[in-house]
Every structure is written in structure tokens, then in C-alpha cells.
């Protein structure tokens, strides 16, 4: 089983590259994320491989960092999440912003992805939350919620006054979206009432198109 392939870049194809390791040219499918990354043809490239292996085909899927990869395999144990939709999902999210929305039960960020609705993006959410936890998939400093930097110690916090604003009316998209952008902004770790507080203040200036 192929997990790791080192090479040079020979062809950047629609979906694919084409990766010339000793002479053998693998075929690698890959998200548009990962293929934004190639260097120049014929310089060296290292891709994380998870290979699928059917009855009629050995497919290779590769990614730029082994946390892309994690996240691949952990994206297709969801029902309705293909290796296609594996790929669409890291074109549009990366690790720290799924693993954010996964914690905070926001499945804006997924429905972002093509192929996938409401209904597969809150399966997500719901299948996978434990098992982020359980992997230690935290987001680390520098997490991306939109604009907004958020950082990893202040998460919690996030989620939570996240929540109460949701309470309040606010869409989820939105609360989060507002909350995140205050913490990134503040220079010392925000409680969650003083989140609550100025994201109320945020939203309802914006509501009313301060």
C-alpha cells in the first residue's frame, strides 16, 4: 500500500498530477488546494498518499501535509462522503477551520464544498465530532473562520458565546463569524460574557447597517 511518494512534478492535470518518482509516473488525484501548491514542473514533490483500492481500480489520493490526509480518512467514514467529496471539502476548508466548525456544530463551512447539502454537512458535524476529539484535531493557533484568526486557547469560548448569541436570533454563520473576528482582534483571551457582549453589540450595529 502506497502512503508516501516522493518525486519530481512532471504534468498538473484537471484533478491530478502526474508525479515522476524514479522514472514511474504516478497518477494522484488531488484537491484544488493541494494542486494551488505544486512547485514547477521537474521540481521535487512530496505528496501524503492514501491509496482506495476496488475491484477494478487502484486509486491514489494525495495531499500536501499528513493532516490533510487524516482528515480525508476521516471525511470518507461519513455515509454520503466519497474520496470525490473528500476532495471538495479540503478544496474549500482546511484542518483547523473543519475541526472549529466540528466543535462548534457549524456546518456552513462544509456546505461551502460541491456535492455537499445540509444533510451530509450535519452528518459530518454529528459523525465526527468524538473522533476529532479523540485524535486530539483541535484547532491550532491560527484557526480561519472566514476573515477572522482565532486563536486555539480560545475556542471554547468561542463556541460557547457563539451559542448564546444563536439563542438570541443571530444565524450561526454569523454569531460565529462575529465572535471569531472579536477574539482574533483582542490582544488578551476575551470570557465568554465580554464576547457575548461585544458580539451583540457587533451584530445589531451591522443589522442595522452601522
Known amino acids: 500500500m502506497i502512503a508516501k511518494l516522493r518525486g519530481k ?13 524514479n522514472g514511474v509516473g504516478y497518477l494522484v488525484h488531488a484537491s484544488s488546494k ?4 505544486m512547485p514547477k514542473i521537474d521540481e521535487e514533490l512530496v ?40 476532495l471538495a471539502i479540503l478544496s474549500v476548508a482546511d484542518s483547523d477551520s473543519m475541526a ?9 463551512i462544509f456546505t461551502q464544498a460541491s456535492g455537499v447539502g445540509k ?3 450535519t452528518r459530518i458535524v454529528s459523525e465526527l465530532k468524538d473522533k476529532v476529539q479523540k485524535l486530539s484535531l483541535a484547532p491550532t493557533v491560527g484557526a480561519k473562520i472566514g476573515n477572522a484568526t482565532v486563536l486555539s486557547a480560545n475556542t471554547r ?32 483571551d476575551l470570557s465568554v460574557s465580554e464576547l457575548i457582549t461585544q458580539g451583540l453589540s457587533r451584530l445589531s450595529s451591522h443589522a442595522k447597517g452601522v
Open 119 to 121: 444533510k451530509v454537512a
Open 157 to 188: 469560548s468561542i463556541s460557547d458565546s457563539a451559542s448564546a448569541l444563536i439563542n438570541l436570533g443571530f444565524g450561526r454563520a454569523e454569531a460565529l463569524e462575529a465572535v471569531s473576528k472579536i477574539a482574533s482582534e483582542s490582544e488578551t
Open 47 to 86: 505528496l501524503w498518499v492514501e491509496t482506495i483500492v476496488r475491484e477494478d481500480s487502484i486509486t491514489l489520493y494525495g495531499f500536501s501535509s499528513k493532516a490533510d490526509k487524516v482528515w480525508f480518512k476521516l471525511l470518507t467514514t461519513v455515509q454520503g462522503v466519497g474520496a470525490k467529496v473528500g
Open 34 to 37: 493541494t494542486l494551488a501548491s
Open 9 to 21: 512534478l512532471d504534468e498538473v492535470l484537471e484533478n491530478a498530477v502526474i508525479l515522476d518518482v
Open 100 to 108: 472549529l466548525a466540528i466543535s462548534s456544530e457549524d456546518i456552513a
